[in-house]
């Protein structure tokens, strides 16, 4: 009855992330807003919260299973097949930003053209590099096996990988109000105090929830590392 229950709880949150960030992503899509009108986002962002997820995880798993000497636990093939995880949904984001690029290229709306030439070459550029590079050109180093097998090299790259998403919801949502239909709406966007301190608290709010949970709960399920163990052996008196 545990196990069964077990699988079913673990396939519940499948259809959870799809149908989440598929609604995230239609609060954009339904906006009449050079950038965001279009139906390519529900894909582009699932693939992305799932780049992003297991680049997070990687991070996280590097530092405790050296932390705890969890190295027979989590080894290093469970690390590399996280890393070709990262690898595949890097190229799906990179396929949605190209798919961006030709059809404001290829298609009618000249403020869709307008506004990403705007990402690619104005004021805002290097959040929009920073972006592209972080997820999609970086990346590519884990097609080599002794890279994916470096944990130092590992952890920066994913460092990089979310850096990149940060980017990404910056270039988003900025980029496009900073160049909307009305040009009497555009403006020159600085960040504020108050956007660097809510950003600064987010983290340290992850962080020692995180670290907590680590500190009181198992940090990997107990019953899982004991399927893998060995089967007791009875001693001379017939006991376990």
Known sequence: HYYGAYLFFAAMPTPLVFSVHSDVSWDFAMALNPGWHSTLFAPYFVAGAIFSGVA???NLLIVIRKAYKLE???TMMHMEKLAKLVLMTSTMVGYSYL????MAWYGINKYERDLFWFRATGYLWPAFWTMFSCNVIFPLLLWFKG???NMTAMFILCLFVNVGMWFERFVIIVTSLNRAFNPANWFHYTISITEIALMVGSF??????????VRVLPAFSI??????LPVPRRGNGGHA
């Open 56 to 58: 997070l995880v990687i």
């Open 204 to 213: 340290a709010w992850f962080f020692m929830f995180f670290l907590v949970f």
């Open 72 to 74: 027979h636990v989590v």
């Open 147 to 149: 890279f994916r097998r």
């Open 99 to 102: 798919t961006e690029f030709f």
């Open 223 to 228: 019953p899982e590392i004991k399927e893998t």
